[in-house]
């Protein structure tokens, strides 16, 4: 296959396998835990558990001080991994053309440089987050492979992007296939790892946020 | 334990799962943040006692029966059923090491309420016969006897005996249309009968009426700790019969942390349906007496002295605010721990780990959480509101060798009331 | 002679006297209901308190001594209990009392609080029916304050 029918594979048939995959996949992930329902809560209540609800979505992204003074490095590194990614995924130029192609939607992007240096810094975010996982005793034994499996489809689509994007180790057109791969291969895998929590993490912190709601506790 | 038995503790857990628990476990990133909120963990530095991991045979039984991947997991082969061994190996993070403080609830970035999730573990491990012998005994003992401690309604009279010939106040019993039913738990009749008397005064101050029922006076709730719905059931249908009965409108529930969760906001869902009282906790009541004018104190302590705050009446209870104000009342010289309110560290005897003697010497490590604070601080006194918090703090102290006498606010109030003339002191 | 007849008269009498001499009385008190308790270390603790010379040091040795005792006493959480087995319990509440601070700026007085705590030893032992030890302890206290103050009195103290 040449690199040029390589590349139109990963844009064409290729691209669109992984998005049913993937929104399929995630759709069922919610509705598996959806359609499980709750008991409506019968005490008396002391607050609102919509508002505790709404609240904690937003609050608990930041973390509390008297952990964040025990594991600032952790700490640190999850936003810096988190914004990266998340940054060069959606302010890089071209993939907001992309969006906009697919979807109509587009919205002002950053610099080149600056997404470079953002790229590089989240492929040494992650591997520090690596080198955490393979080092603290908590980590190491809480990790299974599907954690590895999350950490390395994670890393290569941001790891073959800074590649393509630097011209380095494979010709342009080819590395930029293996990129394109390299998101339908995040895409299909993460309905089944803990990558749902980009979407789920809102049900939980609801959850519990709606909980200390309703009683009038933090959360 | 027989399969028989196993397979119950399965069916049990399965049955615990709803959407906040499959929301829980498919958001998991282990992160491990929730250890480092963990007493257990962080004073044994054992990542057994990561919270996520204590219900991880729960997490395995919501991949295998709620999720398609894992259910395709499974029938390849690829995933193993929990089994008795598993049963085995985690009833002791399940239950001795867990206070089920809530704290690592409170930190996990994702909102796991993983507290909730070993509160919920627990109905599994305990109809599979997984549960301490501690706890067991407690439970037996509150269904047949009223009592987890096995406290008669003899004892109590006695000490209403005691009350009434050497202060002359009255606790009455099945008095209906009181304003207020009063609960004890068994640790406060056994070991603390001050809070009886301080109750007592403190009433008689606010000119309110109060009763206790004979039928009915325990309000601790083994049946939550151990993890054993009906029972717990059972036992808050005890409380709300009585209060119904008698007409009252307020049900208080006494200085102990869990048995106001239980009965506050476990009650309702456990029996079913709403209550026609009210349900406060001691220190809500005395707080709405302060507001109202009703409590007058006079003297103020000197020593330094802080509130720990008990897990169950903080975290779970919301109860944060009243402690601090009705402290003022009685000191100008209070200092904050480092981490309190919703962060305090638990004593590291609540969950039913106190009544468990086998988790003794971990509870004693995790107590070091609590030494370390109270070391950064240097107080003379420590104050607390629950009779369990308060029996492990002066445990803990005495071990470590520190001089800090621990006192219940309610009792430390009453101490300060202003006497009123004629009332009281005579036989 | 002073007498005492009534509680009133012993928690005006206890409130009246310095902590040292609270402390003393305190003592008394605890011993009339030593019987109740086989912890030996209660009995060196209270001998501590009563001899006039005992330094601070020795007072804080008796008051650990007398806590310790109570922990090991007290009725554990959720374990099975008997009311009628917490008097030693009591005994040595009422003797940690006795070796400890005065509580400052309450309404109690150190020496009212042992009283307390002694009673209810006592109580913990009176049948349903028999009311009778615990108004024989109530009386043996009123008893021993008046002649502690008496000999006061006659050592010329006052
Ligand atoms: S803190 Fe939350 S997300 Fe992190 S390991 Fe614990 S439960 Fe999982
Ligand atoms: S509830 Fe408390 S004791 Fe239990 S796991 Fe969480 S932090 Fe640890």
């Known amino acids: ?219 | 334990m027989s399969s028989a038995s196993i397979e119950k503790g399965i069916r049990m857990i399965r049955e615990q799962i709803d959407a906040p628990i499959a929301s829980f476990f498919s958001s998991c990133v282990h992160c491990g943040m929730c250890a480092d909120a963990c007493h257990f963990y962080v004073q044994t530095g054992d990542p057994r006692y990561t919270p996520i991991n204590k219900v991880e045979p729960m997490r395995r039984i919501w991949e295998q029966e709620y999720t398609l991947w894992g259910r395709i997991k499974a029938t390849l082969g690829l995933s193993r059923k929990v089994n008795a061994q598993d049963f085995e190996a985690w009833e002791e993070l399940v239950y001795d090491g867990c206070s089920l403080c809530g704290r690592c609830s409170l930190v996990c970035p994702v909102g796991n309420d993983i507290s909730d999730m070993i509160r919920k573990i627990r109905e599994g491990f305990a109809v599979a016969g997984h549960a301490p012998e501690g706890l067991v005994g407690a439970t037996r003992r509150a269904v047949e006897i009223g009592s987890p401690m096995g406290v008669r309604l003899s004892a109590l009279e006695a000490q209403i005996r005691h009350l009434k010939h050497d202060t002359g106040l009255d606790a009455p019993l099945d008095q209906a249309g009181a304003d207020y039913l009063v609960l004890l738990s068994s640790m406060e009749i056994m070991n603390f009968p001050e809070y009886l008397e301080a109750i007592a005064r403190i009433m008689q101050q606010a000119g309110k009426t109060w009763t206790i029922s004979s039928r009915a006076f325990e309000a601790t709730n083994s049946g939550v700790q151990i993890g054993v719905s009906d029972i717990a059931a059972e036992l808050v249908q005890r409380v709300v019969d009585a209060a119904e009965e008698l007409g009252v409108k307020t049900v208080i529930s006494p200085e102990c942390g869990h048995a106001y969760t239980a009965i506050r906001f476990e009650g309702p869902n456990l029996i079913g349906r709403p209550y026609n009282f009210r349900v406060q906790h001691i220190l809500e009541v005395l707080e709405e007496f302060r507001q109202q004018g009703l409590l007058k104190t006079k003297g103020k302590e000197t020593d330094r002295m802080t509130f720990h705050d008990p897990c169950q009446l903080v975290r779970k209870g919301g109860v944060i605010e009243a402690p601090r104000n009705l402290l003022g009342m009685v000191t100008d010289s209070f200092v904050e721990m480092r981490d309190h309110a919703e962060m305090n560290w638990c004593c590291g005897g609540g969950g039913g780990v106190s009544a468990n003697e086998r988790a003794d010497e971990l509870k004693s490590k995790a107590f070091n959480q609590k030494k370390s604070q109270l070391d950064e601080l240097g107080v003379d006194t420590l104050v607390t509101a629950c009779a369990n918090c308060r029996i492990t703090l002066e445990e803990g102290l005495e071990r470590n060798d520190m001089d800090i006498p621990v006192i219940g606010l309610t009792e430390m109030l009453a101490d300060h009331l202003v006497e009123e003339p004629g009332k009281g002191g005579e036989t | 002679m002073r007498t005492i007849e009534n509680d009133d008269d012993l928690r005006a009498a206890l409130t009246q006297m310095d902590v040292t001499d609270q402390r003393h009385v305190a003592a008394l008190f605890v011993e009339d209901v030593l019987e109740y308790t086989h912890d030996s270390r209660l009995r060196h603790a209270l001998s501590v308190v009563i001899r006039a010379d005992a330094s601070e040091a020795e007072l804080k040795a008796a008051h650990r001594t007398a806590r310790a005792a109570a922990l090991d006493a007290h009725a554990r959480c959720g374990a099975d209990s008997d009311w009628s087995d917490q008097s030693p319990y009591f005994v040595a509440r009422a003797a940690e009392a006795a070796t400890g601070k005065n509580a400052k700026g309450t309404s109690s007085t150190l020496a009212w609080l042992v009283a307390m705590q002694c009673r209810m030893a006592t109580c913990c032992l009176a049948s349903e029916t028999d009311q009778e030890s615990e108004e024989n302890t109530c009386s043996a206290q009123r008893r021993i304050a008046a002649e502690f103050i008496n000999s006061r009195k006659d050592n010329g103290h006052e």
Do not use: C
């Open chain 1, 1 to 219: 296959m040449t690199a040029d029918a390589f590349l139109s594979f990963a844009r064409g048939t290729g691209f669109d396998w992984a998005l049913t995959i993937f929104v399929f996949g995630m759709l069922l992930r919610l509705f598996e835990v959806l359609s499980l329902g709750r008991k409506p809560d019968l005490s008396e209540g002391r607050g609102s558990g919509v508002q505790g609800g709404l609240k904690t979505i937003v609050t608990r992204t930041l973390p509390r001080a008297a952990v964040f003074a025990r594991e600032p490095v952790r700490i640190i590194n999850g936003y810096v991994f988190h914004i990266g990614f998340l940054a060069v995924l959606f302010l890089y130029e071209p993939h907001i053309e992309l969006f906009d192609a697919k979807m109509g939607l587009s919205w002002p992007g950053l610099p080149t440089g600056i997404i470079n240096a953002l790229g590089v810094l989240t492929i040494f975010s992650l591997l520090l987050a690596l080198a955490l996982r393979l080092t603290s005793p908590v980590l190491k034994f809480l990790s299974t492979g599907s954690d590895y499996l999350a950490w390395l489809v994670t890393l290569l689509p941001v790891l073959t992007g800074y590649l393509a994007y630097n011209h380095m180790l494979l010709p342009y057109t080819a590395m930029l296939a293996v990129h394109i791969l390299s998101v339908e291969l995040l895409m299909v895998v993460a309905p089944f790892t803990k990558l749902t929590h980009m979407f789920s993490f809102m049900l939980a912190r609801w959850y519990q946020g709606y909980r200390a709601g309703h009683r009038g506790v933090e959360s």
